[in-house]
């Protein structure tokens, strides 16, 4: 499962990413179930996103729909805002939050697959919302933008897509594109609740078919705090019988 997106994995050639952040990560998860790992590199993912952007919506965007707009309204971007999309494949997320942040505002969408962007790039022109956003093809382990350019970061169905040693890079990431009193929102399938028989045969199909269900349930609230967010709300709905967690966090000072 995914978001819409098509991205950002790890291959193991980032060693230097496992600093202090992975430090407190394997703490954290101490008192956490076991993390099944994300084995497939950038190419490999890169090019199956690409290859199945035109039928994503149809695979996954009307199940998550819920999810997604639930994670949206924690996020309740306003007016003005600058905020940035990590993994934001067709567009689907993109249309409601540049509606939100009007004509004075400005969102970016980021995701590794080519074919996804120029999906919500159509998807956005037909909506009318196109000069309210921008779009790039990139890696979220290396954010192409500035330190604190943004309000605001929103991620759904993408952290538990990446490798375990790969989510505090990522998260430090997003700390450093936020501006002071900023936010994330993330919305995840959750490792955090109880091991019901459609989590556990999901664990089992990622652990078998890693190519076609290519993530696992992530305990999202531990990962904030142990990159040293403060959670302000946390939320549990589930989809299919699978757990969802939704958190919307700050970051550190």
Same mark, same amino acid.
């Given at each position: ?16 990413? +496992? !600093?202090?952040? *992975?430090?407190?990560?394997? #703490? /954290?998860? =101490? ?7 994300? %084995? &497939? ?68 969408? +980021? !995701?590794?697959? *080519?074919?996804?962007?120029? #999906? /919500?790039? =159509? ?7 196109? %000069? &309210? ?121």
């Amino acid at each position: 499962m995914s978001n819409n997106h098509g991205l950002f994995y790890a291959n193991g050639s980032h060693p230097q990413l +496992l !600093d202090f952040s *992975a430090c407190r990560l394997d #703490l /954290a998860m =101490a008192s956490e179930p076991h993390l099944d790992r994300v %084995e &497939r590199s950038h190419e490999p993912a890169r090019a199956n996103y690409n290859r199945i952007s035109r039928f994503y919506d149809l695979i996954a965007g009307w199940s998550e729909k819920k999810s997604r707009e639930a994670g949206l309204a924690r996020l309740a971007a306003k007016e003005g805002e600058q905020v940035l999309e990590i993994g934001c494949g067709t567009g689907l997320a993109l249309t409601a939050l540049a509606r939100a942040v009007g004509a004075t505002g400005r969102v970016c969408g +980021l !995701d590794l697959a *080519a074919a996804m962007v120029s #999906l /919500a790039r =159509a998807r956005l022109d037909r909506a009318g919302l196109a %000069e &309210r956003v921008e779009l790039r093809t990139g890696d979220a382990l290396t954010l192409p933008y500035p330190a604190r350019s943004f309000d605001a970061v929103f991620m759904s169905f993408v952290l538990e897509l990446f490798d375990t040693p790969e989510i505090p890079a990522v998260l430090a990431e997003c700390r450093r594109v936020l501006r002071p009193g900023g936010r994330i929102g993330v919305v995840s399938i959750s490792a955090s609740g109880p091991r019901t028989l459609v989590r556990r045969l999901y664990e089992w199909s990622h652990q078998r078919f890693p190519r076609v269900v290519d993530c696992r349930p992530i305990p999202v609230r531990t990962l904030l705090e142990s990159a040293e967010f403060s959670p302000t709300t946390t939320d549990a709905i589930s989809m299919w019988g699978l757990g969802i967690e939704i958190v919307v966090a700050k970051p550190p000072g």
